[in-house]
């Protein structure tokens, strides 16, 4: 069994600053991806960011520049540094972990981001 267990949302203006971070527990293999995605309300999850455990990352073209994904693998953990954060980021942050030895999705309950001034 893994568990996903997300912190660190709430609110900030534009332009400020957040921290997520994701504690991962369970049967986690040790080659994995661990990554960030968000849901606005009406929108699809959308990938946010996404890093290897060989510390590969992908971002989205609309965070490039401002958000930075980082772990720690041997504590399990991934964080989401957001930095110029604008309203269109508000959204529910979720942590993800993918294994591919077995092909399975994990997911966080999720964490609230809302940017307003």
């Known amino acids: 069994q893994v568990q996903l267990v997300e912190s660190g949302g709430g609110l900030v203006q534009p332009g400020g600053s957040l921290r997520l971070s994701c504690a991962a527990s369970?049967?986690?293999?040790?080659?994995?991806?661990m990554g960030w995605y968000r849901q606005a309300p009406g929108k699809q999850r959308e990938l946010v960011a996404t890093?290897?455990?060989?510390?590969?990352?992908n971002y989205a073209d609309s965070v490039k520049g401002r958000f930075t994904i980082s772990r720690d693998i041997p504590k399990n953990t991934v964080d989401l540094q957001m930095n110029s954060l604008k309203p269109e980021d508000t959204a529910v942050y979720y942590c993800?972990?993918?294994?591919?030895?077995?092909?399975?999705?994990?997911w966080g309950k999720g964490t609230l981001v809302t940017v307003s001034s």
């Open positions: 369970g049967s986690i293999f040790s080659f994995n991806r």
């Open positions: 890093i290897t455990s060989g510390i590969n990352t």
């Open positions: 993800n972990l993918y294994i591919p030895r077995n092909g399975l999705n994990y």
